[in-house]
Every structure is written in C-alpha cells, then in structure tokens.
C-alpha cells in the first residue's frame, strides 16, 4: 500500500480558500455585506497573515494570549497580528470581560499577573480566580497583550454553506488531501444548492447555538437549562429541512419535561411534531394519564403509517400493553404473535470471536462461509442503486466530499428520486449487471453503503446467484422504506453450499436478539429466505 504524501504546512490555508472560494462562487447573493467585505478584504492580506487569522478562526474561542499565539510555519506573529488589527479582523488589548480573562489565563498567569491576592500557589485555579474577582473586583486589566477576533462567526456561515449541517468543519479536507479517502464525481451548481435565502441560513444558525446550549446542558445535568430552552424554541418553518431540525430539538426539550414529571407541557411540545419519537412519547404520556382512548387512536395511526421501522416495532409493542389492548379498538394483526424463528444451538471452544467459531464450525461441514454482518446487503444496496444515489438533486449535494446524498435520511429522498428508483426496480433482472458495473468502475471511491474494506467480490456474486428477483427486490424495498434504521440488524454470517444459501446470526453466552436484529429475521421469514439464530455454549 503506498503512503500518502505528507501534508503541506500551509494545508490549512488551502482547505479554506477552497471552501471560500466554493461558497463565494455559488452562494455570494447570500452572504451578508458585512461577509463580502471580509471575504474581499481578507483576499487582499498577505498570505502569512491570512494563515495566521484562518488559524484564530479554527479556535474554539475568540479571546487569545498574544504571546502564546506561535505557529513554526508562520515565525513571528506579532507583526501579522498587527496587520489583522489594522485591517480590522482583530482587536489588540488589555482589558476583556473577567470571566473572559480570568478563563483565558494559565493560573501560573494569573499568579503573576495579579501579585496583590493573598493565596497559596498550590489553591485550584478557581480558588485563584475567586480570590482575584474579591481583591480586584470585576474591572481586569491584563499585563498580557489580548487578541480578539472580530466577526468569528463567519466559518460557522461558510461552513454551513459548504458542507450543508453544523457538524463537519475543515478536518474534512485533510482525510481527501492525505488520499485517506476518495469521493465520487459529482455537479456542484447554483441552481442545486441546498439554502435559498439568508433568513434560512440565520434560522438554522441558531437552532444549532439551542441544540449546543441543550448538549452542554445535559452534559454538566443541568436540566432546568434545557427546560428554559422551550421560551427561545422558534416557530414552525415552511422549508422542510429547517422544521424537521426544528422538531429534533423540540422532542429533545419535550422528553426532559417528560424526564422531570411534567406531562402536560411534554405533552404540548410532542404534539407540535411529527418527527419520532414524537408520536411513541404521547402514546406512553397518554397511558400514564389514562387517556387509553386518545393513546389507542395514535397506535393505530403509528401502526398504519410508520414514520420508520422502529416506529411500527413500537407501535406494536404498545398495541399488546394490558390497557391498550383491553380497550380493544386496534386492529386484531396489531395483536398477534410474530412465528417462532428457527435456531440451533451449538456447543463450541471460544477461543476466538463466536462468530469466527460459528463459522469454522459450518466451514467444516462444507459451507462457503462470509462474516458479513451489515455489509452484504447494505452493499448490494449501494452498487445497485450507485448512480441514483449520487443523482443531481436540489440540496444533495454541496461539497466534493460527501459519501451519498445530504438528504439520504430525509422524507424528501424516495420523492426527489421516485422515477429512477421505480424504472432500476424494474430491471432488477440485471442485478448482476448493475452490481458488477459499479463494484469494478467505482472500486475503493467512498459511499455511505459500500464498505471496501470488507466486500468482496466472489461473496456479492455468491448472494446475486442464490437470491431470487422478489427476495431481492423485497431486501431493497425495505432498506429503501427505512434507510437509516434497516441499515442495521443484518445477521453476522452469509454462507452457501451449492445451490444452498443462509444467513446466521451468531449469539454467544448472555447475548440476545435486539429488536432490529428480529426484525430482520421475521422479515427473511416472510420471504421464505433462509436465516436462523445459532446460540452458543462454551466446551467446558
């Protein structure tokens, strides 16, 4: 395997003029002014001092020790720090709000720089900051030159621009740049990009700063924090990706009124979403209350039309609870009992992984046997499908380095893509076709449902050749029902003998069937695919 070039020590600055330079061209009407101009002026800086500021941005924080700022690549900073401050990117100086500096500072800083607290240098530096604000009071000036930066929020917008969500940031670049991983080839347009107006990009800003504020505040068990998130929650939107981030965070706050015993106001929030847990959680508030009535009507409703495949599973398992199915209005096929799966139990040395075990058992016996746990099918999903998951879609995608379509998990994904979907359906003939053209044309490029590392060629030829057209059409029919939970639950092991074939999903002592797991398995039940759980004992 070859080794990947090392990186330039520049390769930070280059990461971001492609991410500006890809914004600026596709989404210049949507930046404010106060944006261009920083974009423009900071294209006109030197290139030492545009590393230096990139670097500030990439900060966690806003507030700097001028002296501790050093980066080998860039030498001396304080003369770039001085062209930032000229041309307005930052401020140079000693005074900064307490909490700012008092955090900012080592306590070793702190100790030198306010020489009149009477502490011993061994106390906490909270005991130092404490004892500081005391003698001090709240106006600090520090002996230590401060750097600010001025606009930082400006990454958040491009990066948001670029890569669509809140979470990935310039860390990206560096996987694509190292050759860690290569991307499909795929038309990033204007008339494809995923926000159309400013109002949009401010919105979702901010209900990325609420979902922050209700991660940390869950994080440090503070949630009377989370609680008062419900005053500063916005509106129902009409652009469907906003109002379904929009509905996460509400079912979020919802549940920590529910976790806090009051049901009422939980009760309110869930019912402004359609997003789940929404209509589970009002089921189970409604049962508390002894609303059976109002909770059997949406069962019924979750039963008929599931939001996802863990929905309906816990609809089910609603529908059977004494209340609900003594009240009796919910269908009689909510109620009944899913047919024993089929299961072996083998007696074996556990000297290595049980499955490993398993398998060599079945190898001995004349079986082909693959550990393919979720990648068989999930793979033969991705190849067949390849072309139509890297369609042009509005808002699919919005930067080279994406793994499928931004919008893989969302309710507008089978609708934007209906027609191809059904028309490849109808040659599922040629699966064999349509699998092998994509495994040897995009062999090792990145895609959210191929895992090179692991598929081979010979174990998708073995189940395209056992697996009949219906079987097959079904398996894509339900990872395409429900993409992100019927990824999961395959069993662990593929193995064939001749014109034989199973699927086996090995359980070691103490382990049991999750939910996901069984549905997968009923389901192979269903469609007369063979599939059976095999327990394992240890050989004392």
């Known amino acids: 395997m070859t080794q990947p070039d090392p990186l330039s020590p520049y390769y930070y600055h280059h990461n971001f003029q492609s ?4 914004v600026s061209e596709r989404d210049w009407d949507l930046l404010t002014e106060q944006e261009r101009i920083w974009i423009t002026t900071f294209q006109q800086l030197s290139f030492k001092a545009q590393c230096l500021l990139i670097r500030l941005l990439m900060r966690r924080h806003d507030w700097f020790v001028a002296e501790s700022l050093f980066y080998p690549e860039l030498g001396e900073t304080q003369p770039l720090l001085n062209v930032l401050a000229e041309q307005k990117f930052v401020s140079i100086t000693h005074s900064a709000p307490a909490n700012v500096l008092l955090n900012l500072l080592s306590k070793s800083q702190l100790i030198a720089a306010f ?20 003698t001090y009071g709240e106006s600090l000036t520090s002996p230590y030159s401060l750097v600010v930066c001025h606009h930082p929020d400006i990454l958040a917008v491009l990066l948001l621009l670029y890569f669509g969500n809140s979470r990935q940031d310039l860390s990206q670049f560096v996987v694509a740049e190292l050759g860690i991983q290569r991307f499909e080839s795929y038309p990033i347009r ?43 929650l916005p509106e129902p939107f009409d652009w469907s990706p906003l109002e379904r981030k929009r509905q996460r965070l509400a079912n979020r706050i919802a ?7 009051d049901l009422l106001t939980a009760l309110s929030l869930y019912q402004t ?8 959680r009002q089921a189970r508030i409604l049962i508390k209350q002894g609303e059976i009535e109002a909770a059997s009507n949406i069962i019924a409703t979750m039963i008929r039309v599931p939001h996802d495949e863990e929905e309906l599973d816990v609809a089910y398992r609603l529908a059977k609870q004494k209340p609900v ?11 009944v009992r899913q047919p024993a799966l ?10 290595q992984r049980v499955e490993n075990e398993v398998a060599d058992h079945y190898r001995q016996q004349g079986w082909q046997v693959w550990y393919s746990e979720n990648s068989l099918l999930n793979a033969l999903f991705g190849l067949f499908f390849w072309d139509i998951l890297f369609l042009s879609v509005r808002g699919a995608f919005l930067n080279p380095f994406q793994r499928g379509p931004r919008d893989l998990y969302s309710d507008d994904f089978i609708t934007q893509r209906q027609s191809q979907i059904d028309a490849r359906l109808a040659e599922i003939g040629r699966a064999h076709h349509w699998v092998a053209h994509h495994y040897q044309q995009k062999q090792g490029i990145n895609n959210d449902w191929v895992n090179w590392s692991v598929i081979e060629w010979p174990l998708l030829e073995a189940a395209l050749s056992v697996l009949t057209e219906s079987q097959l059409t079904a398996c894509f029919a339900r990872i395409l029902f429900d993409r992100q939970h019927n990824r999961r639950g395959h069993p662990d092991l593929f193995m064939c003998q001749g014109t034989h074939y199973q699927w086996v999903e090995v359980k070691g002592p103490g382990d049991v069937l999750q939910p996901h797991q069984t549905r997968w398995l009923q389901f192979f039940l269903q469609h007369h695919i063979p599939a059976k759980v095999t327990y394992v004992t240890p050989l004392e």
Do not use: C, Y
């Open 190 to 232: 204007r008339a494809e990009r995923l926000f159309q107006h400013r109002r949009h990009i401010d919105d979702w800003l901010h209900l990325s700063a609420l979902n922050e504020m209700a991660w940390q505040a869950r994080k440090a068990k503070r949630p009377e924090a989370i609680l008062a998130l419900k005053s500063h």
């Open 255 to 261: 549940r920590e009124f529910e976790r806090q015993g």
């Open 325 to 335: 199915r003594t009240f009796g209005n919910l269908a009689p096929s909510a109620l």
């Open 273 to 280: 979403t359609t997003q789940p847990p929404s209509q589970e």
């Open 342 to 351: 089929p299961t072996q139990t083998l007696t074996l040395p556990l000297n």
């Open 19 to 22: 991410l500006m330079d890809l």
């Open 115 to 134: 020489p009149a607290v009477i502490l011993s240098k061994s106390a906490r530096k909270k005991q130092w900051q404490a004892a500081i604000i005391e």
